[in-house]
């Protein structure tokens, strides 16, 4: 996920406000003990994400996967007093993890969890989202985008995790999750709907406006 070279990518963080004590603590733990840990969102993207909750400030916010809880720690940290983070996991072991780091973060009161699948969860959610964020199982980026949709409102945001995929996407050979990202990507592209714009930061992100 690291298109940097380490000595940039560490002036890159040098020069990025340091990630609070609570997350890397999480971090620690993630990598400690739990599988894949490289699916973390990490320093650099956590201080983005946080910055564009401050610009955006919206009420009412979507994760779709919420792993160990710090893309979720990090985008609460941006939100104005008395918004909520909705986020949904299909991973129950996790929870108590997820849990022990909201508490530690002081977030109680504005991130929500859900457990179960995420295209069975948000029809029930009967909230108006300023913004979603998916980084969940990437076969079903497209389903998550079209449950959303109409959940957005205009001038809201839909922003993907992972749309590079490791360079994946414009390797020769390409698996089933690398197609479904590149239909992702295409997917959004051609929507009139939204305009948006992939940023390279860590393993990318598709940011997408609705305009209409």
């Known amino acids: 996920m690291n298109f940097f070279s380490d000595a940039l990518e560490n002036y890159i963080e040098a020069h990025t406000k340091p990630e609070p004590e609570v997350l ?12 894949m840990p490289q699916m973390l969102s990490g320093h650099l993207q956590g201080r983005f994400l946080k910055m564009l909750t401050g610009m955006i400030q919206p009420v009412h916010v979507l994760e779709i996967g919420t792993f160990t809880g710090y893309s979720g720690i990090s985008i609460a940290e941006g939100l104005p007093e008395k918004a909520t983070l909705h986020t949904i996991d299909i991973n129950d072991e996790l929870l108590p993890m997820v849990k ?15 457990t179960g699948n995420a295209l069975e969860i948000i029809p029930t959610l009967n909230y108006t989202f300023d913004m979603v964020f998916i980084d969940a199982d990437k076969r079903n980026y497209s389903g998550y985008y079209d449950l959303v949709f ?4 205009v001038g809201g945001y839909i922003i993907a995790d992972n749309v590079l995929w490791s360079g994946k996407v414009v390797e020769d050979k390409k698996d089933a999750d690398t197609k479904s990202i590149m239909a992702y990507n295409d997917k959004i592209t051609a929507d009139k709907r939204v305009e948006n714009v992939l940023v390279p930061i860590r393993d990318g992100l598709m940011i997408a406006r609705k305009i209409k």
Do not use: N, W
Request: hydrophobic share 30%.
């Open 150 to 153: 109409d959940k957005i409102r």
């Open 100 to 114: 022990k780091y909201i508490k530690e973060a002081g977030m109680e009161k504005k991130i929500k969890t859900y």
């Open 24 to 35: 890397k603590k999480l971090s620690r733990e993630t990598h400690a003990h739990v599988l």
